[in-house]
């Protein structure tokens, strides 16, 4: 009969913390993709209030 030894919090924390790398680095890419795509859609919605605003001061 074979037993697990018993597993501390801190090594418990430890293993989480070096296991954990490429799970934060998807978490990091995924949020500044986000980012990223609400600022290019404010830019876009800038764009065309300047187009729609450009009409009117020229009559």
């Known amino acids: 009969m074979h037993r697990d030894p018993p597993r501390s919090r801190l090594g418990l924390k430890l293993k989480d913390f070096v296991t954990g790398f490429p799970k934060r680095k998807k978490k990091r890419r995924k949020e ?8 290019l859609r404010r830019k ?9 605003i450009k009409p009117l001061l020229f009559n």
């Open 32 to 39: 500044s993709q986000k980012q990223q795509e609400e600022s």
């Open 44 to 52: 876009r919605i800038e764009a065309r209030k300047k187009v729609r």
